[in-house]
């Protein structure tokens, strides 16, 4: 029985952690196979790529889905509560993107499937979160959290002002100008207050244009906005910042990322060891 937790807990350091060289390695490793098959997964959308190196295109592929299908075993073996694993966020990722290519085996058209596999190049938030210079991504994480209610009433703002501006732009224009219907004009509004400009349709009357001119100044204040309040909650937040450890994780359910004081674990309450 010891000679088990002893395999587990080492498998789970090299997989989870990053503390140890071991650990460093595999990261760097996992990383170079996700960027290799993630190359793979592009060339094969090239349909004169894919008919000259089809063969290594699928040899290459097979190999990497097989490395990741080992990748996700050990992971769901090397913790106490592999469900956790499974239904989070980056266990549903490793799943989705690994199975497509066993589905090509009994599922005709399956090939579209495949594209699934791009989802692989999430996974490497997953590694570069755990990376000193970029351990900044789980206070922007905390931030776009924090901030979501100011986000969710300016954006509802936004589509009341885009419909009411919209409806004013079919007043003015109307259908001999391309502003066909308020959906359509509603639609042109939102393009203008973007930034975005399409140019498939424009006012040509002098008040359409002038009503035009005052919806693209307020759109450098829908740019402005959201990034002003995610910017003041990411800089309120830098202060929690020393008393996160990225190098820590749970042995009992695979949660990252725990207060350095931390004695049990934030998610299943696991007693976490004091090394």
């Not at 490793?29 to 098959?37: D, E, Q, T």
């Not at 993107?97 to 009994?106: E, G, N």
């Not at 776009?144 to 419909?163: N, Q």
């Not at 207060?259 to 696991?270: F, K």
Request: hydrophobic share 45%.
């Amino acid at each position: 029985m010891k000679i088990k937790k002893s395999w587990k807990h080492k498998i789970h350091e090299v997989i989870y952690g990053t503390h140890t060289p071991a650990g460093r390695l595999f990261d760097i490793i996992l990383l170079v196979i996700i960027v290799y098959s993630v190359i793979i997964v592009m060339l094969e959308s090239i349909p004169s790529f894919d008919e000259r190196y089809h063969k290594f295109l699928n040899i290459s592929e097979w190999t990497v889905t097989i490395l990741f299908s080992i990748e996700y075993i050990l992971r769901i073996i090397s913790i106490n509560r592999p469900k956790k694993y499974i239904f989070s966020f980056f266990g549903v990722v490793d799943l989705l993107s690994t199975i497509p290519k066993y589905f090509s085996l009994f599922l005709v058209g399956s090939q579209y499937l495949t594209a699934f596999r791009i989802l692989r190049l999430l996974r490497v938030f997953r590694i570069l979160k755990l990376v000193r210079f970029v351990g900044e991504s789980n206070n922007l994480v905390r931030s776009l959290h924090a901030s979501r209610t100011k986000i969710f009433v300016f954006v509802f703002f936004i589509i009341i002002i885009s419909v009411l501006l919209g409806t004013v732009m079919y007043i003015v224009e109307g259908p001999t100008h391309g502003f066909t219907s308020i959906p359509h004009s509603v639609y042109w509004t939102i393009v203008t207050l973007t930034t975005v400009g399409y140019g498939d349709i424009s006012p040509e009357t002098p008040l359409g244009q002038f009503i035009a001119t005052v919806i693209m100044i307020i759109g450098y204040g829908v740019i402005a906005v959201p990034t002003g309040i995610v910017s003041a909650e990411y800089v309120a937040g830098k202060t929690s910042k020393k008393n996160i450890d990225t190098k820590r994780t749970c042995p009992d359910c695979g949660t990252e990322i725990m207060r350095l004081d931390a004695h049990y674990c934030r998610q299943c309450g696991h007693r976490l060891s004091e090394d």
